[in-house]
């Protein structure tokens, strides 16, 4: 009997020494495949990191960048891309006033309907409408840019890693081709982007737009500016979040203080009484 336990035992233990050996050399494969694997890419580069102030704890947008830089949307990036979440009524008092607004959307022809006879028709916008879209679909979209579609920017800070440096980096970051890289026809080399081969050309250029407020218009602070003005249509509520936030946190601490205040008096007859036993 002893025999044939001992037995056992042997070949379980032979059994678990096999098993953490197995599981060892797994792992070895997949970190030394994992470490041949994590190179750089010499077509990428990575964005550096930029100060933001609006990303600060207690920090709000600046409306005069986010004027501009939906101006720079308007009069370069409207032409390619779209914002499809964002709608005239959430730009007032960010932006632009009331008035303004009405008037800049009365300019677009808005598909509506149908009517009583059942029929689309046309009309002014109005402030309840999103901004309007370059083309009608996607495929008119990719056959007016050589195939490829252009992306709607309402999230696009977010949908990118470090999408604040990452689009301020492929804005001003165009360039030209190292020597040997190969270039197909109708693409720019920009280094920011995958492959480093981008179907869109050059959007900023030096004094491309005339801002009101007199800024000079450079690329980077164009790219600055609608950098900003897309982070804000990817989150429009940051500011009320924070303040929320900040108002939360001072509610909370005020009522920890009356918790233990009222915690240390309610106790103190019973922390600080003497008891004392008589025979």
Same mark, same amino acid.
């Given at each position: 009997?002893?025999?044939?336990?001992?037995?056992?035992?042997?070949?379980? &233990?032979?059994?678990?020494?096999?098993?953490?050996?197995?599981?060892?050399?797994?792992?070895?494969?997949?970190?030394?495949?994992?470490?041949?694997?994590?190179k750089?890419?010499d077509?990428?580069?990575h964005?550096?990191?930029?100060p933001?102030?609006?990303?600060?704890?207690?920090?709000s947008?600046d409306?005069?960048?986010?004027?501009?830089?939906?101006?720079?949307?308007?009069?370069v990036?409207?032409?390619?891309h779209?914002?499809e979440?964002i709608?005239y009524?959430?730009?007032v008092g960010?932006?632009?006033?009331?008035?303004?607004?009405?008037?800049?959307?009365?300019?677009?022809?808005?598909?509506?309907g149908? &009517?009583?006879?059942?029929?689309?028709?046309?009309?002014?916008?109005?402030?309840?409408?999103a901004?309007?879209k370059p083309?009608?679909?996607e495929?008119?979209?990719?056959?007016? &840019?050589?195939?490829?579609l252009?992306?709607?920017?309402?999230?696009?800070v977010?949908?990118?890693?470090?999408?604040?440096?990452?689009?301020?980096?492929?804005?001003?970051?165009?360039?030209?081709?190292p020597?040997?890289?190969?270039?197909?026809?109708?693409l720019?080399?920009?280094?920011?982007?995958?492959g480093?081969?981008?179907a869109?050309?050059?959007?900023l250029?030096?004094?491309?737009?005339?801002?009101?407020?007199?800024?000079?218009?450079?690329i980077?602070?164009?790219a600055?500016d609608?950098?900003e003005?897309l982070?804000?249509?990817a989150e429009p509520?940051?500011?009320?979040r924070?303040?929320?936030?900040f108002?939360?946190?001072?509610?909370l601490?005020f009522?920890?203080?009356m918790?233990?205040?009222?915690k240390?008096?309610?106790w103190?007859?019973?922390?600080?009484?003497?008891?004392?036993?008589?025979?």
């Open positions: 009997m002893a025999h044939q336990l001992r037995t056992a035992f042997t070949k379980y &233990n032979q059994g678990l020494a096999l098993a953490a050996a197995s599981t060892a050399t797994i792992t070895l494969g997949l970190f030394s495949s994992s470490s041949s694997t994590a750089c890419d077509d990428i580069l964005a550096p990191s930029y933001w102030q609006h990303l600060g704890l207690l920090s947008y409306c005069a960048a986010l004027r501009r830089g939906f101006q720079v949307y308007r009069q990036c409207a032409t390619c779209s914002i979440r709608h009524r959430e730009l960010v932006t632009h006033t009331t008035e303004e607004l009405v008037a800049m959307a009365s300019e677009v022809d808005v598909l509506d149908p &009517n009583d006879e059942g029929e689309m028709f046309e009309r002014p916008g109005k402030l309840a409408d901004l309007p083309y009608q679909n495929e008119q979209g990719r056959l007016a &840019n050589g195939g490829a252009p992306p709607d920017l309402s999230l696009m977010k949908a990118r890693h470090a999408g604040h440096d990452y689009l301020f980096s492929l804005l001003t970051g165009y360039c030209e081709p020597a040997g890289k190969a270039m197909m026809p109708g720019y080399y920009n280094p920011y982007f995958p480093g081969l981008i869109m050309p050059p959007p250029n030096d004094d491309g737009v005339e801002y009101e407020d007199g800024t000079p218009a450079t980077s602070q164009q600055r609608v950098v003005f982070n804000w249509c509520e940051a500011d009320s924070k303040k929320d936030a108002t939360y946190m001072v509610v601490g009522t920890a203080l918790t233990g205040y009222y240390r008096f309610r103190s007859t019973l922390k600080t009484r003497s008891i004392s036993y008589v025979k």
